[in-house]
């Protein structure tokens, strides 16, 4: 893991214990949302790039509770599927970065079949209420194909944290996706005897007309 990625978890560790107390003594956990893993396609050919992206939806339309923070652990098949790139953000806007003040996002693949990434914003909470939208794309991420089957990607630990520093629950996780691997199809040979019968005939015919 990088240096950045180490000092977002030291944040999000003393965000935890620093509101732990009231946590503990008010219960204060931010409105229920919902998380979930989407693949681009249903199934792909062996060779070509799974794409997928980590969604969250039903926060605050303008008003609490916005995401500021988030940590992420996902399983995914091996040797079948290889992560190779991770692209923070929704595409429109990233949502953790709405006044362009960059934020800190990290991720680790260290371990095989396993891929760890978060995300620290760096915008104030009033700017995070009333500007973020209710749901968006957290992150975006590919993984190359090798072998036939079908490939499964699972997030096995999610952490939210909203603009106020409380945690939020996540109602519903749609922690699972699954993606087909098949061969590519082989051109069909009566197809490809038509095509050369067809392509015989033209050359003749040229020919004729010389």
């Known amino acids: 893991m990088n240096t ?4 977002a978890r ?9 509101l ?10 931010s409105s229920a949302v919902t998380v979930s893993i989407v693949p681009a396609e249903p199934s792909v050919f062996v060779g070509d790039t799974i794409s997928l992206q980590a969604v969250i939806s039903d926060l605050g339309d303008g008003v609490a509770p916005s995401l500021s923070a988030y940590d992420f652990t996902i399983s995914y ?26 934020s800190i996002n990290y991720f680790d693949d260290s371990t ?5 990434f978060g995300e620290v914003s760096l915008d104030d909470p009033d700017t995070l209420n009333n ?18 089957g079908n490939a499964s ?5 999610a952490t939210l944290v909203d603009a106020n520093g409380d945690l939020i629950t996540i109602d519903t996780l749609n922690d699972t996706a699954m993606v087909g691997v098949t061969s590519v199809p082989e051109p069909n040979p009566s197809v490809l005897f038509l095509s050369g019968i067809v392509l015989l005939t033209v050359i ?6 010389v």
């Not at 990607?153 to 630990?157: E, G, M, N, R, W």
């Not at 003749?204 to 007309?209: D, E, F, L, N, P």
């Open 77 to 102: 098949s091996t040797p079948l599927a290889g992560f190779q790139t991770i692209t923070f953000g929704d595409p429109a806007q990233n949502q953790l970065n709405l006044l362009g003040y960059g």
């Open 153 to 157: 990607f699972v997030i096995q630990d």
């Open 4 to 7: 950045r990625g180490i000092l």
């Open 10 to 18: 030291i944040y999000l560790a003393l965000s935890s214990v620093a």
């Open 204 to 209: 003749a015919r040229s020919r004729i007309s």
């Open 131 to 148: 500007q973020q939208l209710p749901g968006f794309v957290l992150a975006t991420f590919q993984f190359s194909t090798s072998s036939l």
């Open 112 to 116: 095989s079949g396993t891929l760890l």
């Open 20 to 29: 732990g107390f009231s946590l503990f003594f008010y219960s204060s956990l």
